[in-house]
Every structure is written in C-alpha cells, then in structure tokens.
C-alpha cells in the first residue's frame, strides 16, 4: 500500500496545534490496526471553505471542524444533517465517494454520551437542567438535552440577549432563559448543571457560583478539560455530588467521527482515556 492508498483524515481549527483530536484518532488507527493518518490543519479565519473544497482533491477522507470554523463552514458543504442544523454548528464533514462533502454534529452525541457513562444515575425527566454560556457547545448540550427528554432547561449567560436568541433558535417551550445575576434560583432543585464556558479554564477566571441550591443528587458538568478538575467540579465534589469533566466528551464525540473517516468502531473506554491523560 502506498501512502496515496491510506485513508487520510485530520482536524481544522485555528490554532490548532493544541488540539488532542490527533492524539485520540491515531491511538484509535493503531488499535484497530489501520495503516492511515490523522493530522492537524491550521486553517486561518475566513479561509475554511477554501480549505474544504480542497478535500477531495487532496485525498482527505474528511475533517473534523474546531473554532472558530464550527459555522462558517455551513456555506460551503452540499448538505448538512438536521442535528447539525439544530445545534447551529458543524463539527464533522466527510467527503462521500463523488466528492460532495457533508457536515454533521457528533458533538450532541458525545455531550450525551458522556453524561450518561460518567452518571448513569441521572434521568432527564427528574429536575431541571441548566447550561451556563451561549455558544456553540452551550447548544449542543441544548440540543441533546431536550433530545433525552428534560422537562425544563434554563439557559443562563452573561449577555442575556445571546442566551434569549439561542432560545429562540431552540424553538421549545421547555427553554427558559435567566440572567447571570439569577443563577442561583435557575439552580434551585436543579438535577444537572453544566458549564460550557471558558470559566474554570487554564487563564479564565474560575467558576465558583453557590452550588447549594442544587438537588441534593444533582450532577455538574464542566465541559473544560485543562483542568481536567476545575473549580467547579472541586466544589461539587466537596458537596458529594456527581460530577462529570470534558475529557469524556472529547472522545465521545470523536467515535462516529472515526467510524465516518476510517470505517471501523472506536471505544470511549478507559484504555483511550488513559492515552489522552498522559497528554494533559
């Protein structure tokens, strides 16, 4: 087999040097036996539907898509999946055999996933859940969480205005929008809390809001993984609660990525956990 004959696939992102995508997909090539690549692509803003067009040309089985590119890249695929459409971003494309490229969102998958492997306790239709921020991740999480049935969520951001157009674009009675300054009654007998912000995050500012409104079996979420144990998930931890890091969602979401590009199964198992703590 020449190197023209391997399945190719990468990430693009900028910067993206940081990204541990390779790391995750390469563990998974050698596992499974596989003679293909994984790599990073640094791709500048405003260049990423000049990078997807190439794909084909360059042999690329397809990419996984960071920021800030998750929606610019919208304009420049011939179709896109309705959970996509849903979440507002496009994190996966892949290249079907007639060159047209396709975008989807595995991270509403992943988000999923993970939560429900790291706490198997927590059921959607027992209290409501509430996100922190309004970006892409924040509707993500929105979008797999009204997806396994919650009965209410509360969407809570520093700029009100952001929070109220996600809702907006959710288009479901069971979104609810507060401002920053009342977290804590959008917290009152919440049954998960889950940070999608940078706050907590290696240089942020930490997040430490008064977890005591909290369902007393609640679960907090914090989709930061440097630190793999932020603030928040200190003090949820010192309450006794159910936590859940953003490491397991990174290789959750990665699974049917590497299934579409490679055509094999990967495993979000302790094994690949493992290989990417070692990074960290």
């Given at each position: 087999?020449?190197?023209?004959?391997?399945?190719?696939?990468?990430?693009?992102?900028?910067p993206v040097?940081?990204?541990l995508?390779?790391?995750?997909?390469?563990?998974?090539l050698?596992?499974?036996?596989i003679?293909?690549f994984y790599?990073?692509?640094p791709?500048?803003p405003?260049?990423?539907?000049?990078?997807?067009?190439?794909?084909?040309?360059?042999?690329?089985?397809?990419?996984?898509v960071?920021?800030?590119?998750?929606?610019?890249?919208?304009d420049?695929l011939?179709r896109?999946?309705?959970?996509?459409?849903?979440?507002?971003?496009?994190?996966?494309?892949?290249?079907?055999?007639?060159?047209?490229?396709?975008?989807?969102?595995t991270?509403?998958?992943?988000?999923?996933?993970?939560?429900?492997?790291?706490a198997?306790?927590?059921?959607?239709?027992?209290?409501?859940?509430?996100?922190?921020?309004?970006?892409?991740a924040?509707?993500?999480?929105?979008?797999?969480?009204?997806?396994a049935?919650?009965a209410?969520?509360?969407?809570?951001?520093?700029?009100?205005?952001?929070?109220?157009a996600?809702?907006?674009a959710?288009?479901?009675?069971?979104v609810a929008?507060?401002?920053?300054?009342?977290?804590?009654?959008?917290?009152?007998?919440?049954?998960?809390?889950?940070n999608?912000?940078s706050?907590?995050?290696a240089?942020?500012p930490?997040?430490?809001?008064?977890?005591?409104?909290?369902?007393?079996?609640?679960v907090v979420?914090?989709?930061?993984?440097?630190p793999?144990?932020?603030?928040?998930l200190?003090?949820?931890?010192?309450?006794?609660?159910?936590?859940v890091?953003?490491?397991?969602?990174?290789?959750?979401q990665?699974?049917?990525?590497?299934?579409?590009?490679?055509?094999?199964?990967?495993?979000?198992?302790?094994?690949?956990?493992?290989?990417?703590?070692a990074?960290?």
């Amino acid at each position: 087999m020449t190197v023209a004959d391997r399945p190719v696939a990468g990430v693009i992102g900028w910067p993206v040097a940081h990204s541990l995508s390779p790391r995750l997909h390469r563990f998974w090539l050698d596992r499974a036996g596989i003679d293909g690549f994984y790599v990073p692509l640094p791709v500048a803003p405003g260049h990423a539907a000049a990078a997807l067009a190439g794909l084909p040309a360059l042999g690329l089985r397809g990419v996984n898509v960071t920021v800030p590119h998750k929606q610019a890249v919208f304009d420049a695929l011939d179709r896109v999946t309705p959970v996509a459409r849903r979440a507002g971003a496009v994190n996966t494309v892949t290249v079907a055999d007639d060159g047209t490229l396709e975008g989807t969102n595995t991270d509403v998958a992943g988000f999923l996933g993970h939560l429900r492997q790291a706490a198997p306790v927590w059921r959607a239709d027992a209290a409501p859940a509430v996100i922190l921020g309004a970006g892409g991740a924040a509707r993500a999480a929105a979008v797999a969480l009204l997806d396994a049935g919650v009965a209410r969520l509360v969407v809570v951001n520093r700029t009100v205005a952001r929070a109220e157009a996600l809702a907006l674009a959710l288009g479901d009675p069971r979104v609810a929008v507060a401002p920053w300054e009342g977290l804590a009654g959008a917290l009152d007998g919440a049954g998960l809390l889950v940070n999608t912000t940078s706050l907590g995050m290696a240089g942020q500012p930490p997040l430490t809001p008064d977890l005591a409104p909290l369902a007393a079996d609640a679960v907090v979420y914090d989709i930061v993984y440097v630190p793999l144990e932020t603030p928040l998930l200190a003090a949820a931890r010192a309450r006794g609660l159910a936590t859940v890091d953003g490491l397991g969602m990174l290789i959750h979401q990665g699974v049917p990525a590497f299934r579409a590009f490679f055509g094999a199964e990967a495993a979000a198992d302790a094994a690949t956990r493992a290989h990417l703590l070692a990074a960290l």
